[in-house]
């Protein structure tokens, strides 16, 4: 199986920038994209950003243009640069993995880790 393990979260203040990482282990040999979701408490949970194998991008239209979504195959890790941050990006951020060809619905997404943190004050 795949092990996903999210760190960066932590407290940061409006306009401020976070760096979240994401350390991917076990038997990734198939894994596909890459993708950041968030939950903040009664939202659902929401696609932040995701990066296929090949490199190409997607972004969920809140965070478009502020997130950058990359990944270093090398040390099997993906990160999220968060920068220009708001009240409303204050949530649980998971890192999720998907195997599939498609990897467009989040219910695609097999693997996920444990989560980070962010909280965004005044």
């Known amino acids: 199986q795949v092990q996903l393990v999210e760190s960066g979260g932590g407290l940061v203040q409006a306009g401020g920038s976070l760096r979240l990482s994401c350390a991917v282990s076990?038997?990734?040999?198939?894994?596909?994209?890459l993708a950041w979701f968030r939950q903040a408490p009664g939202k659902e949970r929401e696609l932040v950003a995701a990066i296929s194998s090949g490199g190409r991008t997607g972004y969920g239209d809140s965070v478009k243009g502020r997130f950058t979504i990359s990944r270093d195959n090398v040390k099997n890790k993906v990160f999220l640069q968060m920068n220009s941050l708001k009240f409303e990006d204050a949530a649980m951020y998971y890192c999720?993995?998907?195997?599939?060809?498609?990897?467009?619905?989040?219910?695609?997404?097999?693997?996920w880790g444990q989560g980070t943190q962010v909280t965004v004050s005044s």
């Open positions: 076990g038997s990734a040999f198939n894994i596909n994209a």
């Open positions: 999720a993995a998907c195997d599939t060809l498609m990897c467009v619905r989040q219910n695609e997404y097999k693997y």
